[in-house]
């Protein structure tokens, strides 16, 4: 089974602080993504990496950085963390895939509260 | 742009009773749709996929989608509704080379 792990289920810190999520997938896909979760907005994306070093920027990247280093860790930084960033965020993996297999696979998800 | 839009923000059933969440599509092409699922405090889980194999998808736990071009619609049914099915139900479109368009998710209720 594909397995996708984030370092923390709850979070809560200070705005101005540095935040770091952690995301590991452990079946040598390519493809790994940060999303937020919102009430009544669905899944908006962060940023997304195909490759260790490379990344993309998604839909709502102000305030977000990602780091890749390894092919299996995808890092998300919020370098000074804001009351409206407090959300639920959500790791993804999935293979380079040009066909029909296409699929995400998602982690449990960090519950962010920024006070 | 690929988008999707999800009809009912929540949908409230009986158990034993169809279940219906609707979806409608847009695309400049022939689109990849997914439904995924997310229970209570668990990661999201994929419950099906449209790739243009067949326009009657079939799904995990009964859920099947029906593909219809005409009406640029997705819509997800199950005949019987279980009370394990109360979750989130996201209806996603394929954008591009890698990524995932999701909608704005369903809130479906079951009521014993």
């Known amino acids: 089974d594909v397995k996708v792990t984030q370092s923390s289920r709850y979070l809560v810190k200070r705005t101005g602080e540095k935040v770091f999520l952690e995301c590991v997938q452990d079946?040598?896909?390519?493809?790994m993504f940060w999303y937020r979760q919102d009430p009544g907005l669905g899944l908006r994306l962060i940023y997304f990496?195909?490759?260790?070093?490379?990344?993309e920027k998604g839909d709502i990247p102000e305030g977000y950085s990602v780091s890749r280093e390894k092919k299996e860790r995808f890092s998300l930084i919020l370098e000074s963390a804001s009351t409206n960033q407090t959300s639920m965020y959500l790791c993804?993996?999935?293979?380079?895939?040009?066909?029909?297999?296409?699929?995400?696979?998602f982690g449990p998800g960090t519950r962010l509260t920024v006070t | 742009a690929q988008s999707v839009t999800q009809l009912d923000s929540h949908v409230s059933v009986s158990e034993g009773t169809p279940v219906l969440l609707r979806c409608n599509y847009s695309?400049?092409?022939?689109?990849?749709l997914f439904w995924y699922v997310q229970h209570p405090n668990k990661g999201l889980q994929l419950l099906l996929k449209?790739?243009?194999?067949?326009?009657l998808v079939k799904g995990i736990n009964g859920f099947e989608a029906e593909f219809k071009k005409s009406e640029t619609s997705f819509h997800l049914t199950k005949p019987s509704a279980h009370m394990s099915d109360a979750a989130e139900y996201f209806c996603?479109?394929?954008?591009?080379?890698?990524?995932?368009?999701f909608g704005t998710g369903t809130r479906l209720l079951v009521s014993p």
């Open positions: 449209y790739t243009s194999a067949a326009t």
């Open positions: 993804a993996s999935s293979l380079l895939s040009l066909g029909s297999s296409y699929e995400q696979y």
């Open positions: 990496s195909y490759d260790v070093k490379m990344k």
């Open positions: 079946m040598d896909h390519e493809n």
């Open positions: 996603v479109v394929k954008r591009g080379f890698q990524k995932l368009v």
């Open positions: 695309s400049s092409y022939s689109p990849s």
